[in-house]
DNA sequence: GATGAATGAGCCTTCATTCAT
DNA sequence: GATGAATGAAGGCTCATTCAT
């Protein structure tokens, strides 16, 4: 019986360190939401999550830490969006397409998972731990996965004839990336063109890449 | 003999004035290479440039300033870059491989650069001025003409069939963007795949989409 | 005893943060009163304190909050001057004659008290906030309620007759204020009289209008 | 004709040192106007008056004379705005009911007039140097001279019975000023009563007090 | 007379992190 | 496990004044 005890201390130490996680990263959410990423503060987590400093760091171990775990909250909500989009009734061209736009989307609509994701791929100082580096690695992984699905099943469909369908999706993931950090530039370089179309037309172009390739 | 004096004066101070702006760019990317975007701060370069906070704010009105003329310097060594390519008497396709390599390797071997260019376009918080918005439009729009031009080259050589190659410009160099932002994905999502084959295979797919748009 | 040790500590805590409070306060009024109101900064605060800065931002959430409480101390203070006379065994035109010397002799005796009073009521950028706002509400409106009570006393004992308690306290404070203020001009408008003497002619031409009011 | 030469050069020059006065003043002035007395820095003065910073030191020798100058403006204007009233035709309780309203009207309308006026009366560290003490007196004596005449008027009128009006003057304008001051306490120690009607009731006790003394 | 570059102490405030309890 | 007080360096920026030319 002192056993059984024991043992039930335990899973409700871990289901109550689950919970104080859960109620930190809820705090840190809301907040990034609401006053983005460099107004975010420990202290202020701390204080939204009803806890004290101290606390935070004795379930994170830094503030990078936090904001990593938001990271993964982003990604798979974002996989999550692709995968919809990977399972519809669509020729592969079209899934493709549409896995453009959605990125877009994402990128406009959760502006601050997409900025806190941006933070980790765009800081020159943020090194990724390697328990980060998991994380990200399945996550990301993940997405380029379906991409490469949708590739491949355009290959069997004979749609498009792709020898390396990982660097292809490699390469349109890094299309619509590359255009999204654009967006800034959208009255000066881009000329005034509208964002969409610019995109629109790089996914033509990559998908047209992708048939044919011996004329 | 009074006025040529005069004038003398006038145009030393303006002679060292300029050469005061440059004394402060010149310590702000010193530290800006030596320690990185976040660990340069005004306090800092007026200690390097040996002169007093005050005096860096009498040359330049912000912080910001003094990034977008690093900022620009990194555009101006990029477009100057480009441009050595552009010159080169390569076939349109193989200039665009050249042109993709060529960004590669400036956002490794002036990772500063890079990264400052990149500190205006991947933070939340920062907006363009207006001030700036000119020069990166400058700067940034005649990257993409240079690109345009070679399109139009391989056009006018049948090796191309571009109807807008402004948005393929466009698309080219987010395609570029986007995967030098996933250098540090290179172990983990990118799967061990060089970062430089990726690229290329970018490089391969864009210009294949250019060829023979109807087959 | 467990319990009895927790509730220890928490009211251990309370005293210590009343203690810490009071000991910034200490420091700042000490600077206030040895300085000056410009002289007076946060991080002379803190050294004088013994504290770090971040330590002041702990307690108090601004600069203004701090000098605000300081404010308070002196309208207390003021008030429990002016209360003193209120129950003491006088006229009421006599005891307004008292409240107005008072209220000079605090403005000269307690200068830095008067000043920081002053510094929220004549600073043209300086905005009330709510809270301020309510605390400053309190401490005036009893400050003036005695005055009212006085003017009420008088009218009850056929000395006075008036209609609006309220508005003749007003205008009392509102003349011995203004007075006050003109202290810097004694040598040149005031023409040398004495400042004491203006005032006392001011409590009696007040006084006065307080009478009959229909002759 | 040197010595008529010099003549001319010297009214030449005492001509142009007023103008650049004039020049630095109006600069001084539109700053004021638009940002208020904390945000007016000499640089900027320098800068609107088209001048160098060293050359607004060779005519003012700190800030505070240039203040002191503006402080001038606006005695001399409130004096005229008082000026006009005093050669109305009206009674003489009138008269001190417009003079009243019309300082009230001038805080409020020339709000930056009446706050660096504010700012040698109200601020605890500035002390009038002898040289503008003189300018205040001669303004603001006459300021006060106007209410004594006014006063005296209504004294042979058979209005009032003034002993002593210069006094009297002095009292009046004390509570005017002291009134004004308490401004920002509008929603919170005045109750919500209106700052007008507080000051007409103050001014009406005034007269009041001014009609026979002995009843 | 006129200039304007140079100063540098000083301003208020933030924040990730530590540690004694 | 939990707390929250304490830190203090660092941040960007302002400004009246001086002085060599």
Redesign the pocket.
């Known amino acids: 019986m002192s056993a059984s005890t024991v043992m039930g201390l335990k899973e409700r ?2 289901r ?2 689950k919970q ?1 996680r859960d109620q930190i990263i809820d705090a840190a959410r809301s907040l990034l939401f609401e006053k983005g990423l ?9 204080k939204r999550a ?10 994170y ?4 830490e936090i904001f990593s775990a938001l990271q993964e909250e982003g990604l798979e909500l974002l996989f999550s969006r692709i995968f919809k989009i990977s399972n519809m009734n669509l020729a592969a061209d079209e899934k493709l397409r549409e896995i453009g736009l959605e990125y877009m989307r994402f990128s406009k609509e959760n502006r601050d998972y997409y900025d806190i994701i941006n933070y980790f791929l765009a800081s020159p100082g943020i090194i990724f731990v390697p328990n980060l580096k998991r994380k990200v690695d399945r996550h990301g992984s993940r997405i380029i996965g379906l991409i490469v699905e949708t590739i491949n099943a355009g290959t069997r469909a004979g749609l498009f004839q792709s020898i390396n369908p990982r660097r292809d999706a490699i390469t349109f993931w890094g299309t619509l990336h590359g255009l999204i950090q654009f967006r800034k530039l959208k009255d000066t370089v881009l000329a005034g063109d509208s964002h969409k179309n610019i995109l629109n037309h790089a996914v033509d172009h990559f998908i047209n890449g992708l048939r044919n390739r011996i004329s």
């Open positions: 130490r871990q109550e360190r104080r460099h107004a975010t503060s420990i202290n202020q987590i701390a009803e806890l004290g400093v101290g606390t935070i760091y004795f379930y171990k830094s503030k990078e």
